[in-house]
Structure formats: C-alpha cells, structure tokens
C-alpha cells in the first residue's frame, strides 16, 4: 500500500528519500483517481525496492497541491534526489499510465548502468 503523506512529513518521504518517489496528488472524489490506485499499486510492487510510491490528498493539502500547480487530479509526480523530473498530468487510461511509468523506470536503469561500464572499462 502506497504510504499516505502529508504537509508535515512531505520533506522527510519524499524530497529526503533515497529512492525516487511518485507522489499521487488524489482527491476523494475524483474518481479517476480511484480508477488507477491498483495500475500505482502494481507498478509499485513490480518496482519494488527501486521506487517508493506516496499518496497526498490534495483538498487536504492545498499548500503542497499550490506549491506544485496543480491544475488537474490526479497529477502525478516523479522526484528524483528532491527535484521533480517528470509529471504526469493528462493519460488517456490505465495502458497509458503503465506505459509511462514503465519508460521512466527502463530510462533510470540505462541511465544508472552506463556509468558502471565506463569505470570497469575506460
């Protein structure tokens, strides 16, 4: 289960987090929302150990829903060492997403594997 997240401990689960992090700006009643909590939820566990996965209501937290523009829900976020380096705002379903998430995590694999091979061969 995605861990729930919140104003007070934003900085510590997420800009403080070893491991990227997908933030899911949510809302009760928003039920697109709903509709792909079990997509997160799959791909958390197919990636688990590589990416955490975080959930923020945003009518809860407008400071952080303000602070990152939010203009749509869901909106979703990838940060990497405290910087957002993808959002994910407008998808066309649950295929779309998957795909998505997917490319983000082969793109971070190729990214960290090349420079392992320019030490071992220079």
Known sequence: MPMSVGEATFRTAVLESELPVLVHFWAPWCGLCKLITPVLQSFQAE???????????????????????????????????????????????????????DAFMRNRELTYEIPRLVRIYP
């Open 47 to 101: 990636w688990e150990g590589q990416i955490r996965l975080v959930d923020i209501n945003a009518d809860e937290n407008l400071r952080l829903a303000n602070a990152y523009r939010l203009s749509t829900l869901p909106t979703l976020l990838i940060f990497d060492q405290s910087e957002v380096c993808q959002r994910i705002e407008s998808f066309r379903g649950k295929d779309d997403l998957r795909l998505v998430l």
